[in-house]
């Protein structure tokens, strides 16, 4: 099967990021080729730049802005039976989809993958510190009982331990899916919620195969200095603990959520 035609990366590009090109070349240096397009809300001769540069499509979103407008404006544009929604300051490993689409291969009804994942903080990449040490622990759950609803659930009930750009989407189990726009900061936590409550698996790669950037200028950085977080991160808990232990846990949480921070 031509895998071109199997998975897309969808690059959302915000503003002008001086990382965006090398996250479109980590892209395009992939063992296994995927369809790879930029889309953005914010157009700029500095993105525009990049798409021609390496004769990408450029779509421009004119419908609902901000991160969930973006995100499920990439989710219309695909046409392929998996997707990754690429953030402009991250990289992608070379053997990131390779490992994706052989573990979608061998799994019986994914629902999304996801890949372990390193930080790249001040240029330089950090594999090990508190936060991916517990994060690791808490993913080992997904691995163990990826096709248990109960089991994912109770591993989301503490946390999100799930690193967003790391995650395709298997668009046949995701057909109907949406980003919820109440959401932030905690987007991605409210949908691996509602999307762990549906039959099917959610796929652990343990290979560190994303890196992250913190940087000042990131949107992971901005949203954990926003005090809205502290709201989003108690009504997640909520929806698994009584209030007074939603927020007791609101606030061991926010302390770990500093580290991305510089």
């Known amino acids: 099967m031509d895998k071109t035609a199997v998975h897309t990366f969808v690059v959302c590009a915000y503003q002008e990021s001086p990382f965006l090109e090398d996250c479109v070349k980590s892209l395009l240096a992939q063992t296994v080729k995927s369809k790879i397009m930029i889309s953005t809300s914010t157009p700029n001769e500095s993105i525009r730049a990049v798409a021609s540069r390496y004769a990408l499509p450029l779509f421009i979103n004119k419908g609902e ?15 392929t039976p998996y997707l990754t929604i690429a953030h402009q300051d991250d990289l992608y490993e070379p053997t990131y989809t390779e490992s994706i689409l052989a573990k979608a291969e061998r799994t019986k009804r994914p629902i999304l993958l996801f890949t372990d994942y390193f930080e790249i903080r001040n240029g330089e990449r950090v594999y090990n510190n508190t936060l991916l040490r517990i994060k690791k622990m808490m993913n080992f759950g997904f691995r163990l009982f990826r096709n248990w609803r109960w089991a994912r659930l109770r591993v989301l009930s503490v946390g999100n331990s799930i690193c967003c750009p790391s995650v395709t989407f298997c668009m046949e189990a995701c057909k109907n899916f949406r980003f919820d726009g109440q959401f932030r900061f905690a987007c991605d936590w409210d949908a691996w919620d509602r999307l762990a409550r549906q039959k099917g698996a959610f796929v652990y790669v343990r290979e560190p195969l994303m890196g992250h950037r913190i940087h000042e200028g990131s949107e992971t950085t901005k949203l954990t200095a926003d005090t809205r977080r502290a709201e989003e991160e108690y009504l997640m808990f ?10 007791r846990l609101s606030k061991y949480y926010a302390k770990g959520a500093d580290s991305n921070q510089l």
């Open 65 to 79: 802005a901000g991160i969930t407008g973006d995100w499920n404006f990439g989710f219309s544009l695909v046409d």
């Open 238 to 247: 909520h929806r698994y603990w009584p209030a007074f232990v939603a927020r």
